[in-house]
């Protein structure tokens, strides 16, 4: 049983060492943990975000736990070279195309949001994002225009093959939740979205038990403010979901406690708390470790097929919130390590 | 004085109508209204959202006081010939580059957001969105890939001209309101928005009295969320300004009262309510005129220079919300026309 260990930079580190010490105290047979460099901590060490032994960690192992990456001070790079490379490059070289962010109000904690209580509560949504292509990596440079002119170019694109398998992803998440799926795109102006809209439109044929809708994602933006609760499963672009999930997630008030997963089509997947690398508090041991514990969960759940040990964790870390163990993100005053040894305690 | 007045479809005719009661009430000399057809409503009186006379009637005027388009029922038409593409090939054809989206709570309004009282009171903001360039106008279709798959493709791109234009729209505004302007792209994926955030760069050199940030769009997203208050003026794309705007304008929480303006390099500009054609409601006399009868209030000061008489229909409206005249969409319980009238009562 191995598990790649990337902690990458920022806070990175710190939250990754709580989420292995709660593996490590499940007691399970064969865990092997191997650690890797990613982002601008690779960079420095090996001159790539994303070294070539990082990747074949990865590929020797069932599941990725991955802390975060970002590092301003390298933002001068050139793009292949900057820590963002590294979860791209993961993302694409692992063929991790499905990307699951649930975004759900933790009990006792809608006070954290800035949505009415009565708003916040009802959010219990999740949005599949495709990972593995949109404008993200399609072909992109910097060019002449006739005139002489620097011009930026993106070319954002969907095939049939792209959309169905994450269709598919969407509509089987629909049917282990409420049977209602919304698809998000901006079909009144783009081929891609267009492709996109009739390709899920085919995919709905096979599950004649879910509620297929559509939205433009401009639309998609509103209703997440006048209405969150309304939405359950959404499926949608690379793009869109990028900042759709964002949104989503902020809508909940508590991104230190929101995981995420991002699978293949085998059972290898990364998975990774939505938070970045907070630079500005790293090394302070103020973070909170508890999106990247979840995210462990996660790994177990859906790597490894380990559910009972995925809800150990999860009941873990409820009940230390329950009992008032709380980051400084969720206005409480523990730090790293204590919520770490909380989160243990209550295994 | 020549201004076209594009109704559309769904309640624009009779949003519009209100509007329009209110310009011919101001007693300005010369005033001339010119009626065109936009939309589903041209398309099926023409053949076409946006025909040659309409056109016409546009370039011949000073500025265009527009309703609403959009018909679900011409879904099913070629992307040419839907009704958004009046609104897309007006902005095109006219160098409408320049959108402003203003979205600022109404005193006395706080309470029709989703967020909190406290976190609303403070939004301010102005959203200027690019509107000739993006992913919206660059070459775009089907095509099929080596496999024989379908596949849809957009390409998107801003060449350094496009830029230059929208930022200086972007930094004098910050100039009028309080010297802070942040750009919004997504640099850590796009060259297209690695060239924006360099241009935008460049010509902060001129505005040396302008504080100049920059935020991914997603981070946008989330901090739209978090802390709408903490925003004054955003420079941002045509796609992702699509998304950010109709998000700030939903945080406002009177979508009903929010006005728009769509600028050229002249004078000459298109207004509109930034709700939509609205269909379920359309016909009925239920629908809130007052965004579009602020949109006319814009057009007279922007494209005709008449400053006066855009803060008198601004008075008279905010004086009509006072008096607790309110559409269904606020709460309150007036008709389209009873708006109308109170706001030329208190003209
Ligand atoms: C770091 C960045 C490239 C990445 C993305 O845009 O996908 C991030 O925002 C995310 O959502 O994981
Ligand atoms: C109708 C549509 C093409 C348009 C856009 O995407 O620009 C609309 O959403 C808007 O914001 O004015």
């Known amino acids: 049983m191995k598990i790649a260990v990337f902690a990458g930079d920022g806070i990175g580190p710190e939250v990754t060492r709580e989420a292995v010490r709660v593996l490590q105290a499940l007691g399970l047979p064969g865990l092997e943990l191997v650690e890797g460099d990613v982002g601008g901590a690779a960079y420095r060490k090996h ?4 070294p070539q032994q990082t990747l074949d960690i990865a590929k020797a192992s069932g599941g990725i736990l991955f802390g975060a990456v970002g590092d301003f001070s390298l933002d001068g790079l050139e793009r292949h070279l900057r820590p963002e490379q590294a ?7 692992l063929g991790l195309f499905a990307n699951l962010r649930p975004a759900t109000v933790f009990q006792g904690l809608e006070d954290l949001t800035t949505l009415r209580p009565e708003v916040a509560r009802d959010i219990d949504l999740l949005i599949v994002r495709e990972l593995n292509g949109d404008v993200y990596f399609g072909e992109k440079g910097m060019r002449q225009t006739a005139e002489g002119l620097r011009e930026g170019y993106d070319i954002m694109s969907y095939n049939e093959a792209e959309v169905r398998r994450i269709a598919h992803v969407g509509f089987r998440a629909a049917q282990g939740r409420s049977k ?10 783009l081929e891609t ?3 996109w809209r009739d390709v899920v439109i085919e995919v709905a044929k096979e599950y004649p038990d879910v509620e297929l809708s559509h939205m433009y994602v401009d639309n998609a933006a509103m209703q997440l403010v ?9 499926v949608t672009g690379n793009l869109f979901g ?20 991002s699978l293949s089509e085998g ?14 508090i790293a090394g302070k041991g103020l973070a909170n470790p508890m999106a990247t514990i979840l995210s462990a969960a996660m790994l177990l759940r859906h790597s490894f097929g ?42």
Chains 1, 2 share one sequence.
Not at 317 to 344: E, M, P, Q
Request: hydrophobic residues 40%; proline residues 4%; glycine residues 12%.
């Open 47 to 50: 001159g790539h975000p994303l």
């Open 87 to 93: 979860i791209l490059g993961l993302r694409k070289e």
């Open 180 to 189: 209602k799926l919304c698809s998000v795109d901006k079909a009144n102006v």
């Open 193 to 195: 979205s267009q492709l």
């Open 226 to 234: 006048k209405n969150p609760g309304a939405f359950d499963v959404i």
């Open 242 to 261: 990028d900042i759709l999930s964002d949104q989503a997630s902020m809508c909940v008030g508590s991104i230190g406690l929101l995981a995420s997963a």
């Open 267 to 280: 059972s290898l997947g990364l998975y990774e708390p939505i938070h970045g690398s907070a630079p500005d």
């Open 306 to 347: 380990l559910e009972a040990e995925a809800r150990r964790i999860e009941h873990a870390v409820a009940k230390a919130l329950a009992d008032g163990i709380k980051g400084g993100d969720l206005g409480g005053s523990h730090g790293t390590v204590a919520i770490g040894d909380a989160v243990l305690e209550r295994l």
